[in-house]
Nanobody
Framework: QMQVMESGGGLVKKGDSLRLSCTTTGLTFDHYAMAWFRHAPGKEPSERAGVACITWRNITTYYLDSVKGRFTISRDNAKNTMYLQMNDLNPEDTAIYYC????????????????WGQGTRVTVSS
């Protein structure tokens, strides 16, 4: 059974950093593209915005202009784990962050991902 599990969220202040982790079981990790999505407060449940994605070949894509230069996505295939290093956080980054997986290639469409974690909450105070 495939499982995807996020960790690392929390309450931080503006300008702080956090590193989110996503571990998986039951799938061939190095055959999957791994992505981070986020669901901001007040948004519809379907509005999970793509943050970043990393392919099985470590090709990275950042979908939000607001995170470029501040967030870094990476993966460690030996540990079946993906990371999102988030620096210089601001209140607009407050959201539930979800990890998602799909075979091989990245896409910004949340409907194209078959495996999802339960999410980890990130709250940034001003």
């Amino acid at each position: 059974q495939m499982q995807v599990m996020e960790s690392g969220g929390g309450l931080v202040k503006k300008g702080d950093s956090l590193r989110l982790s996503c571990t998986t079981t039951g799938l061939t990790f190095d055959h999957y593209a791994m992505a981070w999505f986020r669901h901001a407060p007040g948004k519809e449940p379907s509005e999970r915005a793509g943050v970043a994605c990393i392919t099985w070949r470590n090709i990275t894509t950042y979908y939000l202009d607001s995170v470029k230069g501040r967030f870094t996505i990476s993966r460690d295939n030996a540990k079946n784990t993906m990371y999102l290093q988030m620096n210089d956080l601001n209140p607009e980054d407050t959201a539930i962050y979800y990890c998602a997986a799909r075979p091989l290639m990245c896409t910004a469409s949340n409907q194209q991902y078959s495996e999802w974690g339960q999410g980890t909450r990130v709250t940034v105070s001003s």
